[in-house]
């Protein structure tokens, strides 16, 4: 078994949804075949795996996800959580599986948002309440997703 655990979209063996899942096969198919899909990557079933069973992540993840954000912003022009050039590189983070499951998955948007870019973002945008949104946003379901903040009731 391979030591890789991301691959840039189209990348990988895009029929195996055991290594991608559904969702990664999917992206990966459509980038392969030329359909208008924003570029990304996805981290591999078998990393989440070994971080379910192990509660850390796996040797050199992190490096091969700072390598694919650093290939996303040679693409794009932009920079992820760069606050001075008002080009910003946001991710969207989606979970997948081998079979789908509508409505199980989580999904974190406006990777990229903090405090020290989010008034850049509005300047950028030129809409200040899309900007402050965004960021409420992401602040909301990374709370939910990531660190289980309980719900108000």
């Avoid at 606050?83 to 081998?98: E, T």
Wanted: one cysteine or more.
């Amino acid at each position: 078994m391979s030591n890789r655990y991301v691959y840039f979209f189209g990348e990988g063996d895009l029929t195996d949804k055991g290594l991608l899942g559904g969702k990664g096969c999917g992206l990966g198919t459509m980038t392969k075949i030329g359909l208008p899909v924003p570029q990304g990557f996805t981290i591999s079933t078998p990393a989440c795996i070994y971080y379910s069973r192990n509660k850390t992540q796996p040797a050199g993840v992190k490096e091969e996800v700072e390598a694919n954000i650093a290939r996303l912003e040679e693409i794009s022009g932009k920079k992820f959580g760069n606050s001075s050039s008002g080009n910003f590189l946001l991710l969207s983070v989606r979970s997948g599986a081998a079979i789908s499951m509508p409505g199980m998955m989580d999904s974190i948007l406006n990777l990229g948002l903090n405090d020290s870019n989010v008034s850049s973002f509005a300047k950028a945008t030129q809409n200040e309440r899309f900007a402050w949104d965004s960021y409420r946003r992401f602040i909301a379901m990374f709370g939910d997703v990531v660190l289980q903040v309980p719900h108000h009731k």
